[in-house]
């Protein structure tokens, strides 16, 4: 039998376990809510403990060792017996565990604040709530509920669509000392904020010619996004559902009257024995009711 006593730090095992199966440090640190600098540490000092190198690094790229592979396996397999033994013991003591998955925007700005209502109302609910922008193997992972932005198609799946979405541009109220662009011809190339959402849709609907923007720094996260305009350092092309807290307290303004439908909508998926846990429906009948409310208060920017 192992020495126990020269077990690996658990920590570590965790956060080597989901970068090995998204071979991704990003996608790792959302998933486990810490940075991708914590995830690097993690693997690296795991590495130096074992005396054996887990993945082979070409610049950003990851590629897992065969060696590793083997390891993470091991590692998902004695997790997984952990996570069973753990919901026994739950089911045992009668409390119900939900697991949401969502997209970090969507999780953080959205579902986050207003989530005490559900606790209030389901107090033997335990809710753990995980940020990933991919949908991950629900089954396998042991996730209920996966709300995500698409286009609905998530096979073998129980799909319920709940919203859409609008963009538009926001800026602070302070930017360039307070004189804003009054219309859209007044835009400059040079005062966007780039993420992965195109302008040009947008640039299309308000009649300008321009190209898409390139250069400067390009957030991947809404949320850093958004800070930066509240920064004052830029105007950003924001989605409606994901801006506006910081609209409805003033640290951002809408610039024009001109938005685009997003193509993709907000969608509740879920594996197909999962929707039967008494759980799963308590939340998704307030969910509804929520998205209901929010939409009264929004108009059509979500419909």
Not at 216 to 225: K, N, W
């Amino acid at each position: 039998m192992a020495d126990l006593r020269r077990l690996p730090n658990l920590l570590a095992l965790r956060t080597f376990e989901a970068a090995a199966r998204h071979q991704n440090f990003s996608l790792a640190a959302n998933e486990i809510h810490v940075t991708h600098g914590a995830v690097s540490h993690q693997v690296r000092a795991l590495e130096k403990e074992l005396g054996v190198a887990l993945f082979t690094r070409h610049g950003k790229r990851l590629t897992i060792t065969t060696q590793g592979a083997r390891f993470a396996q091991s590692i998902r397999n004695a997790l997984q017996d952990i996570a069973e033994a753990s919901q026994v013991l739950r089911n045992e003591l009668g409390q119900k565990r939900l697991t949401v998955s969502a997209i970090p925007s969507f999780a953080s700005r959205w579902l986050a604040p207003r989530l005490g209502k559900f606790i209030e109302q389901n107090p033997d609910t335990e809710l753990v709530l995980q940020s990933s922008g991919q949908l991950n193997d629900l089954v396998r992972d042991g996730i209920d509920v996966g709300i995500r932005l698409g286009h609905g198609n998530y096979p073998g799946l129980v799909v319920e669509r709940l919203m859409g979405d609008s963009y538009y541009p926001v800026t602070s109220p302070h930017y360039n000392a307070g004189r804003l662009p009054t219309l859209p011809e007044k835009l400059k190339p040079k005062q966007l904020l780039c993420s992965y959402e195109p302008w040009l849709p947008w640039f299309q609907a308000a009649g300008l010619k321009l190209a898409e923007p390139s250069g400067g720094v390009r957030y991947e996260d809404l949320s850093m996004l958004i800070r930066s305009a509240v920064d004052g350092n830029g105007i950003a092309l924001v989605r409606h559902v994901v801006a506006i807290q910081e609209l409805a307290s003033g640290e951002l303004v809408r610039l024009f009257d001109v938005s685009v439908k997003s193509p993709r909508d907000y969608y509740l998926a879920c594996p197909p024995d999962a929707i039967k846990k008494p759980q799963v429906q308590a939340f998704r009948k307030w969910l509804l009711k929520e998205i209901a409310i929010f939409k009264t208060q929004t108009g059509s920017a979500v419909e």
